[in-house]
């Protein structure tokens, strides 16, 4: 195989890990401590967990990504696909940095119905593609959850969306 289709496949399998470690780095700096001070819905994880827990969905959603385009997927799954990375990427900005919790709220359904739409495509392109993003989709309605969660419980305290 040539160098170029080898750097090609690595970059669409790390491009979502590298995006979310941008985010992480730049836009939720503060988000363990922010985390830490709010009131949390039951079956909320420790902070640690979300670092490990995303690691392993943005890997999963580069190789179900590659798997897709190996298959020849058209423009519209792949713009399916970036579109709903975007919106993962852009629910860490608005929650963390902006702290505009209730438009994170709506952002987070909107994001958890791009997910399955992302794997229903994926599906129908490759089963094995689809069912890579299952966890994901788990995670998202989860995160939608905590989000619904962490919103109930501390809008009305005047920090929760103090920057």
């Given at each position: ?121 994926f599906y129908k392109v490759k089963k094995s593609a689809g069912l890579l993003l299952l966890p994901y989709v788990c995670w998202t309605a989860f995160a939608a959850y905590l989000t619904t969660g962490n919103w ?12």
């Open positions: 195989m040539k160098f170029s289709k080898v750097l090609k496949y690595a970059s669409i399998i790390s491009a979502p890990l590298i995006g979310g470690r941008i985010i992480g780095k730049y836009a939720v700096q503060n988000a363990r401590k922010d985390y830490k001070k709010n009131v949390k819905p039951p079956l909320s994880p420790p902070g640690y967990v979300f670092p490990i827990v995303w690691s392993i969905l943005y890997l999963s959603m580069g190789i179900a990504h590659f798997i897709v385009v190996k298959n020849r997927a058209n423009k519209t799954v792949n713009g399916i696909y970036y579109s709903q990375l975007g919106l993962n990427y852009l629910w860490s900005i608005l929650y963390f940095k902006y702290k505009l919790r209730g438009a994170a709220l709506i952002e987070s359904y909107i994001l958890f119905s791009s997910v399955i739409l992302t794997a229903t495509q109930t419980l501390n809008k009305d305290n005047p920090r929760y969306t103090e920057k």
